[in-house]
């Protein structure tokens, strides 16, 4: 039988880690280029030696070497010998970039070949320049041969009556390990054998524990405790076929082997003095932590201990979304149908129970409803990180000085939102880079650093998240806004001195419109900001611009945390029912009709002193038949808002509110004025979802 190890079963788990590693890699190197500190480096030099040993370990040499040469850079920098600078810095980004190349063509199938030589011999020069300068470095004296040492790993006592119950059963195998002092991805090795034992087994305990294996905090040795159904001679050869591995042993576990159960009596070093690292069990030690003790440090990783995080595919998740979903509206359906059961049999034992049932239902829904919406949250940080590296590279385009601040990176929201959200903040740092800083000599000569500052920050408000882009370059000139506008038809002049800031700064948004004296690469063709307005308002979210002339420009957005399951306020129209997200909701009325006034032909009511616009819900909703003329001396009036923007929606009833799962509607639908979606009510009908940013932005056009 052959021994040799597949590989292949190990390249998602490679592909994964590759991300991971990237992804430091390039943030730590765009922080080295501003803050370099032996720390950085260190982590830094930790990622790439990390990448080595696992492509080498597939068989990816490619990647392997090209990371080679990167590890010797880095070294360098480590030791001192050569000092970070923009040119290196750009060689490592560089490297990091074709790392990520090689990686998405092995995700395809296609291997790690491909011609980085151009990049090997740049990142080969930074290293040859520092020896051509230095004396040839001396031959290492060699290092005596270390003595064997016997294992040490200590058995907590919490674990040992576990492993006698187990062995009653079935017998418990001990699998002892010893890797090679200069082994890379240690966890690779300790997954490999874990992943063999798991095939036809199950795995009891482990030494040290598996968070301390997960995190390499650990130094060559490790155990596995573990009962299996495949024949010893079979899982023994998988098991010893793992790499870069000194030692293997692997016996069969006794309650009353005396090693196992209790700490060994201290033995002596080479020099005499008795070895206290022997006596002590081998807990790991974070850095900044106190020693751990056998007893609050458990090394079981028996099923129900197993996981502190497992990878799930997205896929599963948005039908976990749905299904989640679908029992929303078969819960809201049983209350109702309870309901009606109860008014008919008012002093029936049997609807009562009904009635207790239904509230237990919905209290379970409810909280499961929550883990699936929490177990779908990403830290906003992923979409974050993406932008040092595109804000650096623009600004040594456009030669301007620019430090990028983010803050709030681990609010979470939605992946539904996070795969959206990206372009829109892309477009918006793009604008900031080239229209909103000035360059270090306009910024001198304003009396400013030569060095400009954006700033993205993110938190959550309410059941939103709130992302401001703000920078302190030169302001938004609205007076070339507006003369644009004009330019473009979209403003008439004499009503350009009429509109206020706020209105004319929309005018940012429009189609084709830039304020850009000329094109560049950058940005300067009017596309970009209209897609953005769009995107967000596409996620039911808002955009708010603030901008002095001078001093800088700050744009605001105002997202929901999920797009699959919202609050709605339920309101009746012309005998149909609405919803309205009740995120757009800022209070509802009910307004006598001699309250109503007329100013430009347009209906209009007072409210605390703020004139609000009226838009009667039945004539934006035209395909539905007009009610007959209300002859109450009231209506309803829902107030609701876009940024500054407030305007009073009239129906006919208020309904109340109720949780909705969002439904798109169908391509063949078309393009239906005021609506973003539907949903199924509790009776089972379908209610069309109100798109209130919509309604507001064709009753401020048609202002």
């Known amino acids: 039988m052959s021994t040799e190890m597949d590989m292949s079963q190990y390249l998602d788990l490679f592909l994964q880690e590759a991300d991971e590693q990237l992804e430091i890699l390039e943030q730590e190197t765009l922080k080295l280029e501003k803050e370099p500190s032996h720390e950085r480096l260190q982590v830094i030099f930790r990622a790439a030696h990390t990448l080595k040993g696992s492509s080498r370990a597939m068989g990816f040499t490619g990647f392997a070497n090209l990371t080679h040469e990167m590890e010797n850079v880095l070294d360098l920098l480590r030791s001192d ?51 051509s300068s230095k004396e040839p470095p001396k031959q290492p004296a060699a290092k005596p041969e270390k003595p064997k040492v016997e294992w040490r790993g200590v058995l907590p006592p919490e674990l040992i009556e ?55 905090a650990f130094d060559t040795d490790f155990e596995l405790f573990f009962q299996t159904t495949v024949a010893e001679k079979d899982i023994r050869a998988k098991l010893a076929s793992i790499g870069e591995v000194e030692v293997f042993e692997m016996t069969e576990w006794r309650p009353d082997a005396p090693d196992e159960n209790l700490p060994e009596t201290p033995s002596e070093t080479s020099n005499g003095q008795p070895d206290q690292a022997a ?31 497992v990878r799930v595919d997205v896929a599963r998740l948005d039908e976990l979304m749905n299904l989640v979903g679908e029992l929303v ?27 207790e049932t239904v509230s237990h239902i919905a209290r379970i829904t409810g909280d499961l409803q929550d883990q699936i919406m929490k177990a779908r949250m990403l830290p906003i940080e992923t979409v974050l990180n993406r932008f040092p590296r595109m804000v650096r590279d623009l600004a040594q385009k456009v030669n301007k000085e620019i430090k990028l601040e983010l803050n709030g990176g681990d609010t979470e929201l939605d992946r539904s939102v996070i795969e959206v959200i990206g372009d829109p903040l892309l477009h918006i740092l793009r604008n900031s880079v080239d229209h909103g800083i000035e360059s270090p000599e306009e910024r001198v000569a304003a009396g400013k650093p030569s ?27 609205l007076e070339r ?20 800031d706020k209105d004319a700064i929309q005018y940012i948004f429009a189609s084709g419109l830039s304020t850009a004296k000329q094109i560049s690469e950058v940005s300067g063709r009017g596309v970009g900001m209209d897609i953005v307005k769009s995107n967000i308002q596409k996620l039911g979210g808002l955009i708010d611009v603030e901008t ?24 009746r129209i012309s005998e149909v029912v609405y919803v309205i997200p009740l995120g757009s909701v800022i209070e509802t009325l009910l307004v006598p009709k001699s309250s109503i006034q007329t100013v430009h032909k347009r209906e ?29 001396d009231e209506f309803y009036v829902v107030i609701v808002g876009l940024a500054e923007k407030r305007i009073g929606l009239v129906v006919d009833h208020l309904i109340g509110e109720q949780e909705v799962v969002i439904k798109s509607l169908s391509r063949f639908c078309g393009d239906v004025q005021g609506v973003s979606g539907a949903t199924i009510l509790g009776d089972g009908n379908v209610a069309l979802i109100a798109d209130v940013n919509g309604i507001i932005e064709e009753k401020r056009n048609a202002a």
């Open 329 to 355: 509206i078969d819960r809201t359906r049983v209350a109702q149908i309870g309901a009606q059961l109860a008014n008919k049999y008012e002093f029936d034992s049997n609807v009562e129970e009904l009635a």
């Open 162 to 216: 576990p492993l006698k119950e187990a062995s009653r059963v079935q017998t418990v195998w001990h699998a002892k390990y010893r890797l090679v002092s200069d082994c890379v991805m240690k966890f690779v090795r300790a997954f490999m054998a874990i992943s063999v034992i798991q095939e036809g087994g199950e795995l009891l305990a482990c030494i040290p524990n598996r968070e301390e294996l997960e995190e390499e």
């Open 81 to 131: 010998k050569l000092t970070v600078t923009t040119e290196i810095a750009d060689g490592l980004l560089a490297c990091i970039d074709a790392l990520g190349q090689i990686k998405e063509s092995i995700a395809s199938g296609d291997g790690d070949t491909g011609d980085y030589s151009d990049i090997v011999a740049k990142l080969a020069s930074f290293s040859n320049s520092q020896a």
């Open 481 to 500: 806004v507006k003369k644009k506008a004009i330019e473009k038809g979209l403003l008439a002049r004499d009503a350009a001195d009429r509109i206020s």
């Open 451 to 477: 060095t400009g500052t954006i700033v993205v920050s993110a938190r959550h408000q309410e059941n939103h998240i709130v992302i401001e882009i703000t920078d302190d370059g030169r302001g938004i000139d």
């Open 604 to 632: 209009v009511i007072v409210i605390r002193g703020v004139t609000t616009p009226l838009v009667r819900m039945n004539q934006v909703f035209q395909t539905v038949k007009a009610a007959p003329e209300n002859d109450d």
């Open 548 to 571: 002095v002339l001078g001093q800088g420009t700050k744009f605001s957005l105002r997202l929901p945390l999920t797009l699959a399951i919202i609050r709605g306020l339920l309101v």
């Open 279 to 309: 006596s002590k069990p081998q807990i790991a030690v974070q850095e900044g932590k106190e020693p751990a003790s056998p007893a609050s440090a458990p090394s079981t990783v028996r099923k129900a201990d197993s996981g502190q995080t």
